[in-house]
């Protein structure tokens, strides 16, 4: 067993038996819950909408590297620079370039699970370089010394009493202040942050080949302050954020509010083509757009698996899998967790060692159900199972197991060669099989279709 799935194994059942924890998480699960399902209602034909939005990113996937290169030639020619990264190390080197060229000692940042792939802040900080969270929920767990618990949410599993705590330990606020005198504090902090900064960074919500612009969707405006403010705008974006066209915007942005936090569309919403131009006021003198690849071409070349690449980073498969609400995000050990993550992380982290994560899936469905663009979620996670058993990441005790366990269920009379007081002897090599908080149940004398034939 790899000491990764070891780790998973003991938080989860920690985590899922921290009652507060799980009060927390139903709390504010429950609330997502009530939006999103006032959002759908909003669709006269939802699924019609989700269709051609898979049909939007599957366009864009089957065609990704002509729609990269038009989105270069129009951004380029709009006055941006791209930077083309293949891995966290030139992703992470390209930033620092930019900063120490420019003698830049603060940095502000928009939420963005791709900078977080690449672990940006620790490294900045490594050049002396401070880098703050303006999205109030990251700024809440950077406050904290955490990750993002959640693609949407960062910080959802955080109760109002438990940031209120955090704001008076950090900043002697009063004792139990409101989340809105809490938002107005941080709002007041971040404003003069605004004004002062040397670089904004942001991710990209979608990259616009046609009109070669950066699609940001927010709730707080944070980020088009992070734009419009310094002098210099840097934007770290996946290579498969990419649409063909400007007017997929209409169908896409609101389907991702519509998943994301059941509005009909975030409130700012901006595409920003390039610097400012000649002549205008607001806005960075210099835009550098950073494509990651980061084993996103592995990914991409994989038959079964590609489709993956779809996903808008909506968070709608975590909020539906029954795991991740009992386990929580931290468990995965991952940038991206849930139900996407468990597919994508294997490719970006390793088969071997995080291949456990494909089997922390009851294969119920509701993934695939939910998700916008209709990624087959439930099927990657066995056709992740499969590759890891093929390249024997599973271990030597765990593969020739599997071989047994397959010689005896392929045939009836395998299965009901030994009875079940033999079977139960077998049982107890694995006592432990469904943790310390169940027991395996006890097997029959005979099996059911003995039983059958006898009473026949």
Not at 18 to 39: E, P, W
Not at 308 to 317: N, S, T, V, Y
Not at 434 to 452: T, V
């Amino acid at each position: 067993m790899s000491e990764q799935k070891k780790i998973f194994l003991q938080k989860s059942e920690e985590i899922a038996f921290d009652l507060k924890h799980r009060a927390t998480i139903k709390f504010n699960m429950s609330k997502y819950d009530a939006a999103v399902d006032r959002g759908m209602k909003r669709y006269s034909n939802l699924d019609l909408a989700k269709s051609r939005a898979s049909y939007i990113k599957s366009l864009s996937i089957n065609n990704l590297h002509e729609y990269l290169l038009q989105f270069e030639k129009n951004i380029t020619a709009n006055g941006a620079s791209v930077v083309w990264a293949e891995n966290t190390e030139e992703a992470i080197e390209a930033v620092k370039k930019i900063l120490i060229e420019n003698h830049s000692k603060t940095v502000v940042k928009s939420k963005s699970m791709t900078t977080e792939e690449i672990d940006l802040n620790d490294h900045l900080e490594e050049i002396g370089v401070e880098s703050l969270e303006t999205d109030l929920g990251e700024y809440i767990v950077q406050l904290a010394g955490e990750k993002p618990y959640h693609i949407v949410t960062p910080c959802m599993h955080k109760s109002r009493q438990d940031i209120a705590e955090l704001f008076t330990e950090k900043f002697n606020t009063p004792e139990g202040s409101s989340p809105e005198y809490l938002t107005a504090w941080v709002r007041q902090k971040l404003r003069s942050k605004f004004t002062t900064a040397d670089v904004g960074i942001t991710g990209a919500n979608f990259l616009v080949a046609d009109v070669g612009g950066i699609a940001l969707t927010e709730n707080e405006g944070n980020a088009l302050m992070s734009v419009s403010f310094p002098k210099i705008h840097i934007v770290i974006a996946g290579i498969e954020k990419v649409i063909p066209r400007m007017r997929d915007l209409g169908l896409m942005w609101p389907i991702l509010a519509a998943h994301g936090t059941g509005q009909q569309v975030s409130v700012y919403n901006s595409l920003i083509t390039g610097p400012k131009k000649p002549g205008e006021s607001d806005g960075p003198d210099q835009m550098i757009v950073i494509l990651l690849d980061n084993k996103r071409s592995q990914l991409y070349s994989n038959d079964d698996q590609y489709e993956a690449l779809k996903c808008i980073r909506c968070g709608a498969c975590l909020n539906a899998c029954p795991i991740y609400r009992n386990i929580g995000g931290y468990t995965y050990d991952a940038t991206y967790s849930g139900p996407i993550g468990s597919v994508i992380t294997p490719f970006f982290k390793g088969l071997k060692e995080y291949n456990h994560l494909s089997s922390a899936c009851s294969v119920c469905g509701k993934c695939t159900e939910v998700c916008p663009v209709k990624i087959p979620l439930h099927h990657m996670l066995l056709i992740n199972r499969r590759d890891a058993v093929r390249a024997g990441a599973g271990g030597f005790i765990w593969n020739q197991g599997m071989k047994v366990y397959e010689f005896a269920l392929s045939k009836r009379s395998r299965l009901d060669f030994m009875g079940g007081k033999t079977k139960k002897m077998f049982t107890l090599l694995g006592a432990n099989a469904l943790g310390e908080q169940k027991q395996i149940p006890r097997l029959a004398d005979q099996s059911f279709s003995k039983q059958w034939t006898t009473k026949k």
